[in-house]
């Protein structure tokens, strides 16, 4: 039995310890967006179906020692993809599908070993139900997910914080090897410990005991909808949190832990799930989280309340969904049917969300349709329960659909144009009539202001929100600008910056969203107004840069953000070495690193201090004006450049992060500059 739990352990453990060092090798290439691990979740949900189908076929229709001279090939296969580093001829040119192409780099990196350990699950519980029949089987798939959790939670506070990535690949490499030895152990161990060697499990579990009766078609599809929504929901709510509330990239592993708790609770013994006094306040938790999709409500940019809440929606949804499903499992005859339609729910809750919802809808409506489809399911598996139980699940989804069409007819008002991509979501909206000295059309990116530009003619060239004559951008643009200028800008947002453009002036921008560039052009006049030359580059900046001759820019603005937070491949040593090629030798990089969550001045100058450049903090509080206040880092090589008057008189000190390591392509940790 201790053989068994060990190779179960180690494979959960693996399985989940992979998606956050995979997903952080191959964050930069991408843009650094959350997307990136939502497609990874939706192609681990994919691996996991196979992996559970195989199981399954393997278990019904082949003889035990054929599955396992067939599982100890694959596993000696697997070994030659390994380590498992992701080839950089998959870095994107600019103008693929990011989703797709994510998906076949996982698949050619991860793809045989990720397989691999998602069969060991319930292939392992199917060889432990045969040695021993008499014990109980799901137990040892409430330690898988516990192994899973551990894995998640450790990742950020041990492997992130202490650990390079490349060191992290290598030494999970290592572990798979370990694991690969336990289950051919496990393989051969049992068919020594059960005479019945020639013919499936599944037909000798069915001679081993008296055996319920075969589910039915009500019951798979409960197994498969309940499995859904819990994907649905899990995905939905990750992308709430991290792209319209908090862009703080381990919060991507906040809710997967949570719902892989539910699971561990609810598998493990039926006392942790109790319909009688847990209904009612999942009822209630359900019915809040709906209530805050509202754009106007107080919920959404107060973090302290948004996230707190929509964690406990999903763990307390997540119980009843996985609380319903364990009261659901089969006997050990069907394990391998169940766990299928178990992760084929899953597959097509990721894919939905993942895959398709950014396909068909312009807004994050998936999420508070979730919240409707749900309650629905809960109806229908309540349906033998008193009808007042039944009826307050119908009330809730009807509460769950009001606040989604009120959700969607908000974001209509006033809306000019809205539309979805892998990279989020763009709202414009007018706030005033034309003629209005203050009326402005803002720029959305989920919930976040991205930029915004004076309606009134007049007005309409003059720079705002971040931008201001007093920013350290502003003042750097000023006092380092010879004739014929020329700008580098790392994110274009609404083209702001093209405002201070002269002639003769060149002002490059790149940027990774190409619906970004259309908006620009489109509902913005910052680009076609400015004086200056204007260029755009589509596709991730830095990939762009190191791809581009020398540009020899005068200054080089790194502004890119994703919702709330500079792109973290953007701000590492090799990021700056990348930067200081196109940059003249009098010149200065400007980094916006205005944050209500993250520390990342000091990040700035430690790069530079290592790289023997000069450093200031500019902090803009913006009083008495229509400005935003901001935070930029001004780095050069010139000392001379900060002692000009017009910039040194406006520096502040950057603090010093005690125990702040180096950030390099290979090792950040965000755990460490947490405000």
């Known amino acids: 039995m201790l053989l068994y739990a060990c190779t179960i352990f180690t494979s959960a453990f693996l399985l989940f310890l992979v998606q956050p060092i995979i997903a952080k090798q191959i964050l930069p290439w991408f843009g650094g967006s959350a997307a990136v691990w939502t497609t990874c979740l939706v192609f681990f949900q994919l691996a996991l179906l196979a992996g559970y189908a195989y199981t399954d076929f393997t278990t019904r229709k082949l003889k035990p020692r054929t599955q396992v001279i067939l599982h100890i090939a694959l596993l000696l296969a697997s070994l030659a993809v390994l380590p498992i580093v992701a080839d950089v001829s998959w870095k994107p040119a600019g103008n693929e599908d990011p989703g797709a192409r994510i998906i076949g780099l996982l698949f050619a990196t991860i793809g045989l070993p990720y397989l691999l350990l998602s069969t060991t699950g319930p292939l392992v519980q199917a060889w432990?139900?045969?040695?021993?029949?008499?014990?109980?089987?799901?137990?040892?798939?409430?330690?898988?997910?516990?192994?899973?959790?551990?894995?998640?939670?450790?990742?950020?506070?041990?492997?992130?914080?202490?650990?390079?990535?490349?060191?992290?690949?290598?030494?999970?490499?290592?572990g798979y090897g370990l694991?690969?030895?336990?289950?051919?152990?496990?393989?051969?161990?049992?068919?020594?410990?059960?005479?019945?060697?020639d013919i499936p499990l599944a037909s000798a579990a069915a001679t081993a005991a008296a055996e319920?009766?075969?589910?039915?078609?009500?019951?798979?599809?409960?197994?498969?909808?309940?499995?859904?929504?819990?994907?649905?929901?899990?995905?939905?709510?990750?992308?709430?949190?991290?792209?319209?509330?908090?862009?703080?990239?381990?919060?991507?592993?906040?809710?997967?832990?949570?719902?892989?708790?539910?699971?561990?609770?609810?598998?493990?013994?039926?006392?942790?799930?109790?319909?009688?006094?847990?209904?009612?306040?999942?009822?209630?938790?359900?019915?809040?989280?709906?209530?805050?999709?509202?754009?106007?409500?107080?919920?959404?940019?107060?973090?302290?309340?948004?996230?707190?809440?929509?964690?406990?929606?999903?763990?307390?949804?997540?119980?009843?969904?996985?609380?319903?499903?364990?009261?659901?499992?089969?006997?050990?005859?069907?394990?391998?049917?169940?766990?299928?339609?178990?992760?084929?729910?899953?597959?097509i809750g990721g894919m939905f969300v993942g895959l398709i919802a950014p396909r068909i809808f312009v807004s994050y409506s998936e999420l508070g349709l979730?919240?409707?489809?749900?309650?629905?399911?809960?109806?229908?598996?309540?349906?033998?329960?008193?009808?007042?139980?039944?009826?307050?699940?119908?009330?809730?989804?009807?509460?769950?659909?009001?606040?989604?069409?009120?959700?969607?007819?908000?974001?209509?008002?006033?809306?000019?144009?809205?539309?979805?991509?892998?990279?989020?979501?763009?709202?414009?909206?007018?706030?005033?009539?034309?003629?209005?000295?203050?009326?402005?059309?803002?720029?959305?990116?989920?919930?976040?202001?991205?930029?915004?530009?004076?309606?009134?003619?007049?007005?309409?060239?003059?720079?705002?929100?971040?931008?201001g004559p007093d920013s350290g951008v502003g003042i750097l643009i000023k006092i380092d600008n010879p004739q014929n200028q020329k700008v580098g800008v790392?994110?274009?947002?609404?083209?702001?910056?093209?405002?201070?453009?002269?002639?003769?002036?060149t002002y490059r921008f790149y940027d990774i969203n190409p619906q970004v560039i259309e908006?620009?052009?489109?509902?913005?006049?910052?680009?076609?107004?400015?004086?200056?030359?204007?260029?755009?580059?589509?596709?991730?900046?830095?990939?762009?840069?190191?791809?581009?001759?020398?540009?020899?820019?005068?200054?080089?603005?790194?502004?890119?953000?994703?919702?709330?937070?500079?792109?973290?491949?953007?701000?590492?040593?090799?990021?700056?070495?990348?930067?200081?090629?196109?940059?003249?030798?009098?010149?200065?990089?400007?980094?916006h690193v205005t944050n209500r969550f993250l520390q990342l001045a000091p990040v700035v100058k430690q790069i530079a201090d290592t790289l023997g450049l000069y450093t200031a903090l500019v902090v803009d509080d913006a009083d008495n004006t229509d400005f935003s206040k901001t935070d930029w880092v001004i780095v050069t090589r010139d000392k001379t450049l900060l002692d000009n008057p017009a910039l040194a008189g406006k520096t502040t000190p950057i603090d010093e992060i005690k125990g702040l390591k180096l950030w390099t392509d290979d090792f950040s940790s965000l755990y460490q500059i947490l405000k």
Request: aromatic share 12%.
């Open 212 to 347: 319920s009766p075969a589910p039915g078609k009500l019951d798979l599809f409960l197994w498969l909808a309940l499995s859904a929504m819990g994907s649905w929901l899990l995905l939905a709510i990750t992308n709430h949190i991290t792209q319209n509330i908090a862009s703080i990239p381990f919060l991507w592993l906040a809710p997967l832990t949570l719902y892989l708790l539910t699971f561990i609770l609810c598998f493990d013994s039926d006392r942790w799930y109790r319909r009688a006094w847990m209904l009612g306040p999942i009822a209630i938790i359900v019915g809040f989280c709906a209530w805050g999709l509202k754009p106007d409500s107080d919920v959404t940019l107060n973090i302290r309340i948004a996230i707190p809440l929509y964690l406990a929606g999903l763990f307390a949804s997540c119980m009843f969904f996985h609380g319903e499903l364990a009261q659901m499992r089969p006997a050990p005859r069907y394990l391998t049917r169940f766990y299928l339609m178990v992760s084929l729910g899953g597959a």
């Open 490 to 505: 790392i994110g274009l947002g609404t083209g702001t910056l093209a405002a201070w453009g002269k002639p003769g002036d």
């Open 519 to 591: 908006v620009a052009k489109t509902e913005f006049s910052f680009l076609g107004d400015s004086k200056a030359n204007i260029e755009t580059v589509l596709g991730d900046a830095r990939l762009s840069l190191e791809r581009d001759e020398p540009q020899n820019f005068d200054v080089l603005v790194v502004d890119a953000f994703s919702s709330d937070a500079i792109p973290v491949h953007l701000i590492t040593r090799e990021a700056v070495a990348t930067y200081l090629r196109h940059l003249k030798p009098s010149g200065g990089i400007a980094f």
């Open 370 to 467: 979730g919240f409707v489809v749900a309650a629905i399911l809960a109806a229908i598996t309540l349906r033998r329960m008193p009808i007042l139980v039944w009826l307050t699940a119908i009330g809730v989804a009807g509460l769950c659909g009001f606040f989604w069409n009120k959700q969607l007819v908000q974001l209509q008002e006033d809306t000019r144009v809205m539309k979805r991509d892998f990279y989020g979501t763009l709202r414009t909206k007018d706030t005033g009539p034309e003629t209005s000295d203050t009326a402005m059309r803002r720029l959305i990116h989920g919930v976040i202001l991205h930029g915004e530009q004076y309606l009134k003619p007049e007005k309409r060239t003059e720079p705002t929100t971040y931008y």
């Open 179 to 197: 694991f690969a030895v336990l289950c051919a152990t496990s393989a051969i161990y049992s068919l020594r410990t059960n005479a019945i060697t």
């Open 128 to 174: 432990f139900a045969r040695s021993f029949p008499q014990s109980t089987v799901y137990r040892l798939f409430a330690l898988s997910n516990l192994a899973s959790m551990l894995a998640l939670i450790s990742y950020p506070f041990v492997f992130e914080t202490w650990i390079a990535t490349a060191t992290q690949a290598y030494a999970w490499s290592a």
